[in-house]
């Protein structure tokens, strides 16, 4: 199994500039995670799906950003426009069913806003 | 809303010693609990877990976890460090039976530092 699959793996871009995450899940998962890592806030649940539906996305901290998933085996995020405080790590993780917690991450994009 | 609260940012222990991570949880409902490690540039790994089952939990890499309900707590332990266990720590809680099932929340983390 080739794990969580993030992509890109490091992100540099300018204040205003549009950024897109991706993710690919487990196959078979039903359930997808998007987090943010800073050193500020820790870890944060940003928004998670169900069966490609999202069911809560009260992490997410603005307007301006989003979240799709438009089949089974992807979903991005995008920020548009990033500030330079959105830099950080964002990861993806995905369970299976009632997997209670144990969530499979991916490695994390490390965003740099500058 | 559930909750966990890592005692410690940092822990430093030496090649061989006992390694004691703490957490302590809040949860309206009988908690899951977990325990993640995350290793420098990676994402995070699950080390254990605690489902209303047996309260000692054993994970891997040597690593164990005891539930005490009277406490709140789920500290984290292995009996002998080693080099390759540097790393950071996170104790996380989910509440299954509401809303919020599949939520994690996460405590903030524990860097772990071995010495040779």
């Known amino acids: 199994d080739a794990g969580v699959i993030q992509s890109p793996r490091h992100e540099v871009t300018e204040m205003g500039q549009e950024v897109t995450l991706r993710c690919k899940p487990i196959?078979?998962?039903?359930?997808l995670f998007w987090y943010r890592q800073t050193m500020m806030r820790g870890l944060e649940l940003l928004i998670y799906f169900n069966n490609n539906v999202p069911i809560d996305d009260s992490g997410m901290p603005e307007d301006r950003f989003s979240a799709k998933m438009p089949n089974a085996s992807f979903s991005t995020l995008k920020i548009q426009p990033s500030e330079p405080r959105d830099s950080a790590v964002y990861f993806c993780?995905?369970?299976?069913?009632?997997?209670?917690?144990?969530?499979?991450f991916g490695p994390g994009t490390r965003l740099t806003v500058t | 809303a559930q909750s966990v609260t890592q005692l410690g940012s940092h822990v430093s222990v030496s090649e061989g010693a006992l390694v004691l991570l703490r957490c302590n949880y809040s949860?309206?409902?009988?908690?899951?609990l977990f325990w993640y490690v995350q290793y420098p540039n990676q994402g995070l790994q699950l080390l254990l877990k605690y489902t209303s089952a047996a309260t000692l939990v054993k994970g891997i890499n040597g690593f164990e976890a005891e539930f005490k309900k009277s406490e709140t707590s789920f500290h984290l332990t292995k009996p002998s460090a080693h080099m390759s266990d540097a790393a950071e720590y996170f104790c996380a809680v989910s509440a299954p039976g509401g809303s919020n099932d599949y939520k994690l929340s996460f405590g903030a983390g524990t860097t772990v530092t071995v010495r040779a």
């Open positions: 993780a995905s369970s299976l069913g009632q997997g209670w917690g144990e969530q499979y």
């Open positions: 949860s309206s409902v009988p908690p899951y």
């Open positions: 196959s078979g998962h039903d359930y």
